[in-house]
């Protein structure tokens, strides 16, 4: 018998204002998935990943974890919802805490009180922490620092170490690409990649089908309904230039980089992106 | 003040000395570290009890739901409420008129302007250190030995300090204003004075008119506190039906004061909405002429309402030229310093004040954040979280005191819970405005990693709000010294006690002594808790 898939949704309806933000949307993603979540804005790519990770409860249907459904007793839920880590657009960065403080809170779920508060008063867990801040490419002096004092690509990275802090089954990201530099975008989509790989999962919501090398699937969301479903190799054909358009169909295509991009060459693009912007990166 | 917080939480972090090793506490921890004074606490009540009253409170308590509904008595509350009301707003308005005049005598900016030279605006600032560092409390007791009891004298002791803390802010207003405008109208040739008028009075509205707001709800807090003092005013009813122990008359007035106290506190703070935050309209210039005119109207009705009050409360200034008590305090002989100075017991008497404001300070500070904390995502508990701390706003200080008295013995620690639970209700609700202003993102996006709610609170609400919160709880604790005052009737609770027997018995010497102390400790406090102040809000 085949392990119950890191996420399940079934036929799962989000109530909005007039139509509705997720209309029907059934989905399973197994571990060692990638997946891609493509879609014009306002497809409801943000409300499907606050249902994946329990923030926004749906109108109808059914949401599984590791095929169970959400817990009706609070700390079981909690100890579900620690198993899903979500890499927040804004990041959600401690501003006032140091690296190892923000790092520790993504064990919060786990720790009691006393652990809490002690991680408030002296640096905890340093191996761990120099351990996935190693894995972020990023060295353990950062740790006795303030997060208001790192640079943006140090933020992203931050964010995704505590993501890692957590120990989460699956990976949620919702754009995390968007408003960065191409070279700093690519970097941080190989990270996210490679922490996705098996026998962890990653749901990762994006703007640009340009980004999607790497990606085992791509989810085509439009209008709060799954549009295609298909293996991340298949678009890259002629079926699935026509799959895209259908995807984007009345967008303005050519309006900015984050929407479809209109140029043959991305890595062209990106390359002269880089040089014209020598200060970009970490 | 209640807008500050939100003001300075955006500013608050800054850059900090990196690779810093000594362990230091973060932010959300100093939010709670005042509450660890609970525990000596909790080790010290135990020892004070003097095991009667318990009944009594019990009876307290109960009462609570079963206020008395006697239309008699109801009728004296509301005229007693009436009272205080009038007291409150002659103060207030009284005040306001001083602040004003006496904040632009003692901003650089306007002496600067004028005379090219700002040395008159330091001289006027440091005379106004004065009247500013003695409580209310206190220039109305004076003012009550000296001329008796008339309805002019709780206005005149309300009006006095608030004027002086008010000219402070108008001048530190004015001072901070942005002066490229001033400088621009000045080289344009505009005389002075209107270029003053002109550069700073509008951008000065909105920081006095918040300002204003804030210090009527204190000028009514006031007002119910003289008047368990016996100047008259639903303050003298409660504290009658206290002593005589009808407590469902206590609780009948009580309710009164907290509907008045609350419904003050949102008519002001939608005011403060509607006439302070227009910028998400504010494209269309009709909102402004509108906002001016409701501005100008309500400024126009104050001056007759004032008036009318007046008249119907008997309020006249000229009252205060005459009276039995001037006559005795001219013939009272030689003030300066006799031997009876030098037999107060002086180390014990600031010890003991100090003790009770750094005891008050602490409990004040740090049983809010806790409070939020417990209650957590219930929310029956968080409602029951504000109700108390509305209550124990209202609640004149004085009047815990002795009720505390009916369960513990008199002494610092009596005093500092009474001092102590009113000013946390003022900071929780001061705590409870920072919180709601934003940082709920972070808290969300802990409690879906799966923490629990009241770490999720900790964690991502208290690290922004922390520094600003102790700033003005390192202000508030200078506002606790001057309050140390009010205590003093619990007992052996040093200067305040000291002050208030000395007042009773003329001694005038004494008091004069014992009023300069208090001075000089309250501006020593007040130049501390800037320092501490400074210091929270500049570095990170």
């Known amino acids: 018998m085949a392990a119950a898939a890191l996420l399940e949704l079934q036929e799962v309806q989000v109530e909005g204002r007039g139509a509705p933000r997720l209309a029907g949307v059934s989905l399973a993603i197994a571990a060692g998935e990638r997946v891609a979540l493509l879609g014009p804005s306002g497809a409801g790519k943000s409300t499907l990943l606050a249902v994946a990770n329990g923030l926004l409860p749906p109108s109808s249907g059914a949401l599984y974890w590791q095929g169970a459904a959400p817990a009706r007793s609070r700390r079981a839920r909690r100890r579900q919802q620690a198993r899903i880590g979500t890499l927040w657009q804004d990041l959600r960065l401690i501003e006032e805490l140091s690296v190892q403080q923000n790092l520790n809170a993504g064990r919060l779920a786990v720790w009691g009180w006393p652990r809490a508060l002690l991680n408030l008063l002296l640096p905890l867990d340093t191996e761990a922490n120099t351990a996935v801040l190693q894995r972020v490419d990023l060295t353990a002096d950062l740790l006795c620092q303030p997060v208001s004092a790192l640079s943006g690509g140090q933020r992203q990275r931050v964010a995704i170490a505590r993501l890692l802090r957590q120990g989460p089954a699956l990976l949620l990201a919702d754009e995390p690409l968007a408003s960065l530099d191409p070279r700093l975008a690519a970097a941080l989509l190989q990270l996210l990649l490679a922490e996705g790989a098996a026998p962890r999962a990653l749901l990762l919501s994006l703007h640009r089908p340009d980004l999607l090398a790497g990606f085992d699937r791509v989810l085509g969301l439009r209008a709060g309904r799954l549009l295609f479903d298909l293996p991340a190799a298949s678009l890259s054909g002629p079926a699935g230039a026509a799959e895209l358009a259908a995807l984007y169909r009345g967008e303005q295509l050519d309006q900015d980089g984050d929407s479809l991009p209109a140029g043959p060459s991305v890595a062209s693009a990106a390359a002269s992106a880089v040089s014209a912007t020598p200060w970009a990166g970490t | ?540």
């Open chain 2, 1 to 540: 003040m209640g807008r500050y917080l939100s003001v300075q939480a955006a500013t608050s972090a800054g850059p900090q000395a990196a690779g810093r090793r000594r362990p230091r506490p973060a932010a959300p921890l100093l939010v709670l570290m005042p509450a660890l004074v609970l525990l000596p606490l909790s080790l010290l009540l135990p020892g004070l009890l003097h095991g009667g009253g318990l009944e009594l409170i019990g009876r307290f308590l109960l009462a609570a739901l079963t206020p008395s509904l006697d239309p008699l008595l109801l009728g004296s509350l509301l005229s007693g409420l009436a009272v205080t009301l009038g007291m409150a707003l002659l103060g207030w308005a009284t005040s306001l008129v001083l602040g004003v005049l006496l904040g632009v005598a003692s901003a650089r900016v306007v002496w600067r302007t004028l005379l090219g030279q700002a040395w008159p605006a330091g001289l006027v600032r440091r005379l106004l250190a004065v009247p500013r560092a003695i409580h209310e409390l206190l220039w109305g007791l004076l003012l009550l030995q000296l001329v008796g009891l008339q309805p002019v004298v709780a206005v005149v002791a309300i009006a006095i300090p608030f004027g002086a803390l008010v000219a402070r802010v108008v001048a530190d207003l004015l001072d901070g204003l942005d002066r490229s405008r001033l400088e621009a109208l000045q080289s344009a040739g505009s005389p002075a004075p209107a270029a003053l008028l002109t550069a700073l009075g509008p951008p000065l509205l909105p920081g006095l008119l918040s300002y204003c707001g804030y210090r009527l709800e204190c000028a009514l807090r006031s007002a119910t506190l003289l008047g368990v003092f016996g100047l008259g005013g639903l303050g003298t009813e409660l504290r009658l039906t206290l002593q005589s122990l009808e407590f469902r008359e206590l609780w009948s007035g009580l309710w009164v004061l907290l509907a008045v106290m609350l419904l003050l506190e949102s008519l002001l703070g939608a005011l403060r909405r509607r006439w302070l935050m227009p910028r998400r309209l504010s494209l269309s210039a009709g909102g402004v002429g509108r906002r001016g005119r409701e501005m100008v109207i309500v400024v126009l009705a104050l001056l007759p309402l004032c008036l009318l009050v007046a008249r119907a409360l008997g309020v006249d200034p000229r009252g205060l030229l005459q009276g039995q008590g001037l006559q005795a305090f001219a013939g009272a002989g030689p003030l300066w310093p006799g031997p009876a100075l030098l037999s107060l017991p002086w180390p014990a008497l600031i010890g003991g004040t100090l003790s009770l404001t750094l005891l008050a300070a602490a409990l004040a500070v740090g049983l809010p954040p806790l409070q939020l904390l417990l209650a957590g995502r219930s929310r029956a508990a968080r409602a029951l979280v504000r109700l108390s701390w509305a209550l124990a706003r209202l609640w004149p200080p004085p009047l815990t005191a002795l009720l505390l008295l009916l369960l513990l013995q008199p002494g610092v620690v009596t005093a500092a819970l009474a001092l102590g639970l009113h000013n946390a209700g003022i900071l929780g609700r001061l705590l409870d405005e920072g919180l709601s202003d934003g940082g709920a993102e972070r808290q969300q996006a802990l409690a879906c990693a799966g923490a629990g709610p009241r770490l999720a609170l900790l964690y991502g609400r208290y690290p922004a709000i922390a520094r600003p919160y102790l700033a003005y709880g390192a202000y508030r604790a200078d506002v606790i010294l001057r309050e140390s005052v009010v205590v003093g009737l619990v007992g052996a609770t040093g200067l305040g006690s000291q002050l208030l027997e000395s007042l009773s018995s003329f001694a005038w010497d004494q008091l004069l002594a014992l009023v300069l102390a208090y001075v000089a400790l309250t501006l020593l406090g007040e130049e501390l808790s800037d320092r501490a102040r400074r210091r929270l809000l500049s570095s990170s």
